[in-house]
């Protein structure tokens, strides 16, 4: 039981550069959510997903883009990378059986945008 | 609005001795409130969460919480720091209201000295 997985854990952007980071969690979970850390800032919400083929906007979508076509994995997608995109990228999961519900993390995307 | 302050970037504790990291919360309706360390280089972890009733919640690692609604505080606490308890902490809140958004603290720096 791998829990939650991120691909790739390091990557280095030009500005303008596209990818797609790939979260797969393997506990058949509902709910899955992408997260940025910046220092000092916590973590904030990018795109969340209350089930497969559903997503919704969070505190900070501009600049991305995300899919949920299979329940196990949650894309997200940078089309035109920022230097304000360098960061740190948190997949996470929940059961989605309610809001009482706690998140399981990823180990982290580190990306940096030049 | 939901908001969460964290007053201390870090925090450092003698081995041994009883440690607090604090956490105050603003949200218009009842709050799910929620404690993860951060070790480094890795994702988040659950600690801990207050949903309702009693007002000390007990989790891993022999981690409490005190919800304290008239401070709408929810400080973590534990009664002798180890110096694996060094970390980064966040706390977090949720309003049922607001649906699936948590709001992240900025975290806190936890070292516990040898």
């Known amino acids: 039981n791998a829990g939650v997985t991120q691909t790739p854990k390091f990557r280095v952007l030009k500005t303008g550069q596209s990818m797609t980071l790939l979260c797969a969690q393997d506990?058949?979970?509902?709910?899955m959510y992408w997260y940025r850390q910046d220092p000092g800032m916590g973590l904030r919400l990018i795109h969340y997903?209350?089930?497969?083929?559903?997503?919704a906007k969070g505190e900070v979508p501009d600049g991305y883009n995300v899919s949920r076509l299979k329940k196990q994995n949650f894309l997200l997608g940078l089309e035109s990378a920022a230097p304000s995109q360098t960061s740190v990228y948190f997949c996470?999961?929940?059961?989605?059986?309610?809001?009482?519900?706690?998140?399981?993390f990823g180990p982290g995307t580190r990306l940096t945008v030049t | 609005a939901q908001s969460v302050a964290q007053p201390e970037d870090q925090v450092n504790v003698a081995e041994g001795n009883p440690l607090t990291v604090k956490c105050t919360y603003s949200v218009s309706g009842n709050p799910y409130l929620f404690w993860y360390v951060q070790y480094p280089n890795r994702g988040l972890q659950f600690l801990l969460k207050?949903?309702?009733?009693?007002?000390l919640v007990k989790g891993s690692y022999g981690f409490e919480a005190e919800f304290n609604k008239s401070q709408t505080s929810f400080h973590l606490k534990k009664p002798s720091a180890l110096v694996s308890d060094s970390a980064l902490y966040f706390c977090a809140v949720r309003d049922p209201g607001y649906g699936q958004n948590f709001v992240f603290g900025p975290g806190t720096r936890l070292s516990v000295l040898p």
């Open positions: 997903s209350v089930g497969e083929g559903t997503t």
């Open positions: 207050y949903i309702t009733g009693d007002n």
């Open positions: 996470a999961s929940s059961p989605g059986t309610g809001l009482d519900d706690e998140q399981y």
């Open positions: 506990m058949n979970h509902e709910y």
